[in-house]
């Protein structure tokens, strides 16, 4: 059973930049697409970025175009968020979540991470 786990969060100030890991277990990461997730207080969890198997990614969130790009190290089982020019907007927990390929679709993912909590304020 795959699981994923992320790691990375933290406060920053604006400007600033973070970046996110989603470490996969259990089964190996490459067959599988993984999207980067986020849901804000109150809000509804949101797409970010998704990377397919062969490393080709979708953005989901017009917000996060030129700051948030999303890689994949396979035979180090991690898929990365590299966040940069950080806004208070984008303070969140963010997710981490696997599929067969890449979707809009939140119910199409699964074997969630637990998440991280990225913080951006002065």
């Known amino acids: 059973q795959l699981q994923l786990v992320e790691s990375g969060g933290g406060l920053v100030q604006p400007g600033g930049s973070l970046t996110l890991s989603c470490a996969a277990s259990?089964?190996?990461?490459?067959?599988?697409?993984i999207g980067w997730f986020r849901q804000a207080p109150g809000k509804e969890r949101e797409g970010v970025l998704c990377?397919?198997?062969?490393?080709?990614?979708?953005n989901y969130a017009d917000s996060v175009k030129g700051r948030f790009t999303i890689s994949r190290d396979n035979a180090k089982n991690t898929v990365y968020l590299q966040m940069n020019n950080l806004k208070p907007e984008d303070t969140a927990v963010y997710y981490c979540?696997?599929?067969?390929?890449?979707?809009?679709?939140?119910?199409?993912?699964?074997?969630w991470g637990p998440g991280t909590q990225v913080t951006v304020s002065s």
């Open positions: 979540a696997a599929s067969p390929r890449c979707s809009e679709h939140v119910f199409t993912f699964a074997s």
């Open positions: 259990g089964l190996a990461l490459d067959p599988h697409a």
């Open positions: 990377i397919n198997s062969s490393g080709g990614s979708t």
